[in-house]
């Protein structure tokens, strides 16, 4: 793979990986904006970022009875209405180092700062889906690929998702042309890429070119050999080769909560921030604070919460003894689901939710 021709990436994230670019920010930097500016996005890369023109960009979509149609990003500009949505966008592996302190883990090694808020523009899949006349089976899927750059692990990147989500209004998928009101930039997946609220990241596929309609998921290695939680008992991709297609696909992350930054206001007193993501039972409610490993909890103050899609921004001021410690947080949603202690172990180290923990 050839990386030489790469734009220039961001210097204020951590790089975990040189080629392809991995790097996320600290979640200290990220828990002080409510959307998070371009700089401070994460990048996850599964080969070389290249740059399109978007004048000359274009998807085919095909399926089973239609004839292939071809659509230019100026087409889907001016043939279908901008809708705009706010939506946290989390890779799987967001919290992965944690999880690897357990036990090993395969994967990039990631902190917490694999996630970012911000509002995406574009076109809504169900208006151009309906434009082309697909025929609708709640039993159907869209796959969605990019040939557009070099993969690591398939010939493409691939992911797909239930048609059935891709039609519902209120699910808000989107094909993208902007994010935080400036044109999509190729780091982040430019000039078009899926935005699907809710979804693990994989699922928003980066430099779309392709949408196939189909009875079948996305075959691609993303799809069916990765991104999904195996049993704790399967530890090594020796023993997963077998397995993988009896295990679902991911769709929604589990409930999560991280503390971003503690700050001593006082000898005796912090002030802590953080943010918290909700799982797919309704949105984020409250989330508590422990001084003392989860024997007593104490109330947060949510600042920030937009919508069904945004993560929760939280602090809180609190009281402390002593000269150093440890905080956890845990979030609660709306349908009165609470945030485990401890998270699953699993090979691929994704979906990770213990408390959130932070020493002072």
């Known amino acids: 793979m050839d990386f030489s021709t790469e734009p220039p990436h961001s210097d204020k994230l951590f790089v975990q990986a040189p080629q392809p670019f991995n790097a996320e920010p600290p979640a200290a930097s ?180 392709t949408i196939i309609i189909s009875p079948e998921e996305s075959p691609n290695y993303y799809q069916q050999r990765d991104y999904k939680v195996l049993p704790p008992e399967i530890e090594t991709k020796d023993q997963a080769r077998p397995v993988w297609s009896k295990f679902a696909s991911m769709t929604a992350l589990p409930l999560n909560s991280v503390i971003g930054s503690i700050f001593k206001v006082s000898p005796s007193r912090l002030h802590v921030k953080g943010y918290a993501t909700p799982g797919d039972c309704g949105n984020i409610a409250a989330i508590d604070i422990s001084t003392d490993s989860g024997v007593t909890w104490h109330p947060t103050r949510i600042t920030y919460q937009e919508g069904r899609w945004s993560w929760t921004l939280w602090e809180v001021e609190i009281q402390v003894s002593g000269s150093s410690g440890e905080l956890h947080s845990r979030a609660k949603d709306e349908a009165g689901n609470v945030q485990p202690r401890e998270g699953i172990w699993n090979m691929r180290g994704v979906a990770f939710n213990a408390w959130g923990a932070m020493k002072w």
């Open 30 to 209: 990220l828990v002080e904006f409510a959307y998070t500016p371009e700089e401070l996005v994460y990048c996850r890369n599964h080969g070389p970022v290249r740059e399109f023109v978007e004048d000359s960009y274009s998807i085919t979509i095909k399926s089973a009875v239609e004839k292939d149609i071809l659509m230019s990003v100026p087409q889907l500009k001016s043939s279908f209405p901008k809708a705009r949505v706010v939506a946290a966008l989390q890779c799987a592996g967001n919290r992965r180092n944690e999880m690897g302190a357990i036990k090993p883990v395969h994967g990039v090694g990631w902190n917490s700062g694999v996630i970012a808020n911000c509002s995406w523009g574009g076109v809504r899949l169900r208006d151009v889906l309906n434009h082309v006349s697909v025929q609708v089976d709640n039993q159907s899927h869209v796959c969605f690929a990019s040939f557009a750059t070099l993969c690591q692990d398939d010939k493409y990147y691939g992911g797909s998702i239930p048609l059935a989500k891709a039609l519902r209004m209120e699910d808000d998928v989107l094909l993208a042309y902007e994010m935080n009101d400036e044109p999509l930039s190729a780091e982040h997946g430019g000039p078009l890429r899926v935005v699907v609220p809710g979804y693990l990241g994989a699922r928003w596929v980066k430099w779309l070119d």
